[in-house]
């Protein structure tokens, strides 16, 4: 049986030298109805979220800049696509409760809030083929969550993708249908992303809170990476998917 990588285009860090991605791998977890031992912790980490920041500044808060700054540069208007971080943050400090929906969606949102750093999470007990951080062709298939519209991303834009199929569009604005975190997903990646001023020992230190929570909650076994331009990819293990 194939086994499958995990890469991202050289393209990417060139255009962004210093971008890395910590990625989290775990089987045989239980997902299911997040206990209420780790709701209490997604609403501490609301609070803190709002004691430190503010609407009116957070735009400022240098872990977010640095995302709205790249979206620009490729042409993303943050104002129409918000960096998923961004978007997150900014329910909060509306004082919206965010909605448990499940233990291992429920562990990246408390990471992601924890951290500021953008956090997704994709199964991958159903992935047939390679996946990879690449520019777009135009010709790969986009399916949101939610819809069941088919949408192409333009020529260049940062897509994940399963080879066709988009995971996730304008690098971590959206995700599709295909990988979404269900009851019965048994094996999981996560991503942490960080652009300066964010470095490696701070994604670090966010992956290993997030193995904690899902050895804590979930179970499973996990292990960690950092793909960055010296190390571009690495290799999931099909013997356990």
Known sequence: MKELTYAIAAEVFTAFPEYRRGVVVAHGVRNGDSPSEL?????????????RLGVETLTAEPRLASWREAFRWLGYKPGDFRPSIEALLR??????????????????????????????????DVLAGDIALRPATGAEEFVAFGSD???????????????????????????????????????IEFNIDGLPPVADAQVRAAGHDLMDLVARFCGGRTRFEILDRQHPLLRLDRSVL
Not at 157 to 172: H, M, N, Y
């Open 39 to 51: 709701v209490e912790l997604l609403r501490a980490e609301e609070a803190l979220a709002r004691e």
């Open 91 to 124: 329910r909060v400090l509306r004082g919206q409760e965010l909605p448990a929906i499940s233990t291992l969606v429920d562990i990246g949102t408390v990471i992601s809030l924890r951290h500021l750093l953008p956090v997704g999470g994709h199964a991958i």
């Open 149 to 187: 519209g088919i949408e192409r991303p333009a020529p260049g834009e940062f897509i994940f993708t399963e080879g066709q199929k988009v995971l996730t569009r304008r690098w971590i604005w959206r995700q599709a249908k295909h990988t979404l975190t269900l009851p019965g997903t048994g094996a």
